[in-house]
T-cell receptor
Framework: GAGVSQSPSNKVTEKGKDVELRCDPI?????LYWYRQSLGQGLEFLIY????????KSGLPSDRFSAERTGGSVSTLTIQRTQQEDSAVYLC??????????FGPGTRLTVL | AQSVTQLGSHVSVSEGALVLLRCNYS??????LFWYVQYPNQGLQLLLK??????LVKGINGFEAEFKKSETSFHLTKPSAHMSDAAEYFC????????????FGQGTELSVKP
């Protein structure tokens, strides 16, 4: 069956531009997570969606970061006015009811 | 504070040798604990997890980890390293809300020499 997919796989952008990263979770998974993997920072939690509950946004590093999950399925992570320190691999994961997480391959973001 | 500490950002072993990757957690209540592996250019995969049942947890690819409450540790071991084990390994724990965010360690890169 299909796993978690993310697009694009690579994104190069200029400082100051906005970017959107997409995550397609496994069908039926109610929980969706975004993480960031960067040099020197390891894996950082960003945001967590569970069903219709208010998302846990406690990991978002600044108000330039936001995420939506439409219809309980696809999620988009938006970074406004990108900075060079935003360069990282952004990982999405989904799980059935907060159980085992299945990670996507990630989107590598490079901000020039 | 909730945290996960992995000792050693890089571990190198010879093929056939014991693999030991260290992980310590800080928490007043034993959390759920996990080990993930990330092979080059691939996503994270779950190796094994501890959920307060057996303290010795067996995972995929011959890996296992032992939960030791007295040492607040959850070290990952494999008796005999294989070249294909070369990857980055992450220890993780749940936050306060067990169904919520995972808190990851900094990761340990494992190299296997022939």
């Amino acid at each position: 069956g299909a796993g978690v997919s993310q697009s694009p796989s690579n994104k190069v952008t200029e400082k100051g531009k906005d970017v959107e990263l997409r995550c397609d979770p496994i069908s039926g998974h109610t929980a969706l997570y975004w993480y960031r993997q960067s040099l020197g920072q390891g894996l950082e939690f960003l945001i967590y969606f569970q069903g219709n509950s208010a998302p846990d946004k406690s990991g978002l590093p600044s108000d330039r970061f936001s995420a939506e999950r439409t219809g309980g399925s696809v999620s988009t992570l938006t970074i406004q006015r990108t900075q060079q320190e935003d360069s990282a691999v952004y990982l999405c994961a989904s799980s059935p009811n907060g159980g085992r997480r299945y990670f996507g391959p990630g989107t590598r973001l490079t901000v020039l | 504070a909730q945290s996960v500490t992995q000792l050693g950002s890089h571990v190198s072993v010879s093929e056939g040798a014991l693999v030991l990757l260290r992980c310590n957690y800080s928490s007043s209540v034993p959390p759920y604990l996990f080990w993930y592996v990330q092979y080059p250019n691939q996503g994270l995969q779950l190796l094994l997890k501890y959920t307060s049942a057996a303290t010795l947890v067996k995972g995929i690819n011959g890996f296992e980890a032992e939960f030791k409450k007295s040492e607040t540790s959850f070290h990952l071991t494999k008796p005999s390293a294989h070249m294909s084990d070369a990857a980055e390994y992450f220890c993780a724990r749940h936050g306060d809300n067990q169904g919520g965010k995972l808190i990851f360690g900094q990761g340990t890169e494992l190299s296997v020499k022939p």
